[in-house]
């Protein structure tokens, strides 16, 4: 099921129909065999803090954040700045994003089957755009959470701090100065940007290896050549005509008797993007997180068309009519991070780490400072050629930029 999203959204009417989602829930609860229960469910914050909430298991993901929300004393027109994502909880307690958790998902269902205690729930801001930092940071709680979260991505180098900005950044959480140093955070490269794990792109050669982060309406691709040559470069949203996410079982060369079950799916995720004027080029990217790739690029697109028409994404939530939504008595209020402690003078962590360890920040040295790379194509890719027209997620923010705009 988690693999319809990205599709379902594509359709407002299937993604609106409430008998729709209503058949989608049944289905979850009936695969997995859990009854309609009242069960306790942890989701944590970016500081690691966690938030117990009582909740139905058959309570799909705007009850669970509602939940979560008043357990924080969040305001209700808050509540839409935030969302709740699947998380896999790596060794040294950073998160490798498995994927938004969509409308019609029931949390404790999606988490529970997969029956691994990696496998979290987290809470963390789901727009793009800077600017809203404002409105979330009229209220104490909402200024709080984006505080945590801003310090975790600067300590798991998410976010890029030289030894200046870091100086300036414990100040300002030293004297509490949450504002400011959101402030400071929003100047800083890679400011609200999600990091993703190492994979391969066949751009601009095939089998590049490459970190992808998605942010400020691009993917940002950081790719070592073959030549081990490390280039960085940016795909804009607003130039990608479509995409589309493909799954596929390698076939087993072993005996005849191995079960292809075992083999393990590979999900790519591929855009056709605007190189210069009249000419598309494909680019794939394969990784496990392709499906959260593809719910990046549609949420960025839908916040870019909610711009364009004058809308705002602030949203009051409205109670379901069939049973009213259970609040705690007692608010969780939400704690301030440790302050940022600085890692022993060395290198920066090799390519196949994305993230730093423990509570450190990570620093990087002139030698690992990237060259851009141009974005023309170097090498076609005929990732088109094998999916019907249906397949594609069509981009209505895409804009036809010719060569006078590079």
């Not at 191995?258 to 999900?267: A, N, R």
Request: hydrophobic share 35%.
């Amino acid at each position: 099921l988690a693999r319809l999203a990205p599709a379902v959204r594509q359709d407002p009417t299937l993604g609106g129909s409430e008998t729709f989602n209503s058949f989608l829930r049944k289905a979850q609860q009936e695969t997995q065999q859990i009854p309609t229960e009242e069960v306790v469910l942890e989701v944590l914050l970016s500081n690691g803090q966690k938030v117990k909430v009582t909740i139905l298991t058959s309570d799909q993901t705007e009850d669970v954040l509602e939940a979560v929300a008043a357990k924080l004393d969040l305001p209700d027109d808050l509540v839409g700045y935030f969302s709740l994502f699947l998380v896999r909880e790596t060794k040294d307690r950073a998160f490798s994003f498995v994927r938004k958790l969509q409308e019609f998902e029931l949390p404790y269902v999606s988490v529970t089957s997969l029956h691994n205690p990696e496998f979290r729930i987290i809470l963390r801001k789901s727009y793009w755009d800077s600017s809203y930092d404002d409105d979330v940071m009229e209220h104490r709680v909402g200024l709080n959470l984006l505080y945590a979260q801003t310090v975790s991505d600067i300590e798991h180098g998410w976010i890029v701090v030289n030894k200046e900005q870091h100086r300036q950044l414990k100040s300002l959480q030293e004297k509490v100065s949450k504002k400011e140093f959101i402030r400071l955070a929003q100047t800083l490269k890679y400011y609200g940007y999600l990091k993703f794990d190492p994979c391969v792109t066949d751009f601009p050669e095939k089998g590049c290896h490459v970190v992808v982060s998605a942010g400020n309406n691009e993917l940002n691709f950081q790719v070592r050549l073959p030549s081990e040559q490390i280039k960085e470069g940016s795909f804009k949203v607003t130039r990608m005509r479509c995409w589309r996410v493909t799954s596929s079982v390698p076939m087993s060369n072993g005996p005849s008797g191995t079960s292809p079950g075992k083999s393990e799916v590979k999900l790519e995720l591929a855009f056709e993007y605007l190189m210069s004027k009249d000419r598309l080029q494909w680019v794939t990217i394969t990784s496990p997180q392709a499906i959260m790739l593809s719910i990046c690029l549609q949420s960025m697109v839908d916040e870019l068309m909610v711009k364009k028409s004058g809308g705002s994404i602030r949203k009051m939530f409205r109670r379901r009519v069939n049973g009213a939504l259970r609040r705690s008595d007692s608010q969780q209020a939400v704690k301030s991070p440790p302050l940022l402690s600085r890692r022993g003078r060395g290198h920066p962590p090799p390519w196949g780490s994305c993230w730093g360890s423990g509570s450190s920040l990570t620093l990087p040295s002139p030698q690992s400072k990237l060259t851009s790379v141009s974005l023309r194509g170097i090498s076609h890719s005929s990732s088109a050629n094998d999916v019907g027209a249906n397949d594609f997620h069509g981009n209505y923010a895409f804009e036809g930029i010719g060569d006078e705009d590079l």
